[in-house]
Structures are given as structure tokens and as C-alpha cells.
């Protein structure tokens, strides 16, 4: 009976954290990395009301794979990216964003990055598993970081 209740209590928690989320964007949907696939990832971008500032969560994914579904604070995702300004990175680069240790958190994490609603990211001309930061990369994330509900 204890574990049940406990249950309850972690489902309303979570409920009550989901409230804090205002949806800039519900439902995304973008390719996975293979090019050689019709594969998507789905995705959430969200303001939290508490906070004051803006996160992506990887909702799904089509062809199975697990990921994280945690929340993940996009100025530190900006942070990181600024960091590899003129250089080509793996999406491994990505992990220190994510708590979750799923293998496919990365790869999912840098393809919501160059969805075409986010797009911070683009395949790099060397492989499409790499990537560069878009050419207006300073002026996309200011606009992501001041996004808000509507």
C-alpha cells in the first residue's frame, strides 16, 4: 500500500512541476541525424513560469530508443554551444546538458537542435553527424532565450 501512495505522490509532483511549463512550442517534430532514414524526434520548448527562463524536453521518437524526458535549460545548452563557436563537434559534445545517461540523448538532443523551429545547430559539410553553429547562431538564441508563451 506504501508504494502505491508514494506513487500518487510522485504523479502529482509531477504534475505540479509540469504546471510550472508554459508551451512555447507542444508538439515539435524533426529528423533524426541518419540521413539515410525517414526517422523524427518529438520535442517540447517551454517557458518556466517559476524560473523565468526557457527549456527543450524530447518528448518521443518513432523508431524506439530510449532518451531523457527531463527538462533541459536552454541558456545552458547556449552556454555550451558558444563554447564550440568555429569548430566541428560530435553530438557526444552535448552530455554535460543532460542528467539522463540514455546513449541516444545526444544524438536526439543535437537533432531538436537543428530542427528547423530551434535550429542552432547544422550538419557540419564533413559528415551529417556533425555539426557547426548555424551562421546567425548569437541572433537565434537570443530570440530562443526571450521566447515566450503565447
Known sequence: ??????????????KDAESSYAMIIEK??????NPNVESYVFFSFAHNKEEKKNYLR??????????T??????????????????????STSLKPCM???????????????????????QASDKSPYLH?????FA???TDL????AK
Open 1 to 14: 500500500m506504501a508504494a502505491r501512495k508514494k506513487s500518487t505522490e510522485t504523479k502529482a509532483t509531477e
Open 28 to 33: 515539435g517534430k524533426t529528423k533524426k541525424l
Open 58 to 67: 524530447m518528448t518521443g521518437n518513432d523508431s524506439g530508443g530510449l532518451h
Open 69 to 90: 524526458k527531463e527538462w533541459i535549460a536552454l541558456d545552458g545548452v547556449i552556454d555550451l554551444l558558444s563554447s564550440m563557436e568555429g569548430q566541428v563537434f560530435k
Open 99 to 121: 542528467k539522463g545517461k540514455s546513449a541516444n540523448n545526444a544524438s536526439f538532443l543535437a537533432a531538436v537542435l537543428r530542427s528547423p523551429d530551434i535550429k542552432l545547430i
Open 132 to 136: 557547426t553553429l548555424c551562421g546567425d
Open 139 to 141: 541572433k537565434r538564441s
Open 145 to 148: 532565450l526571450k521566447a515566450s
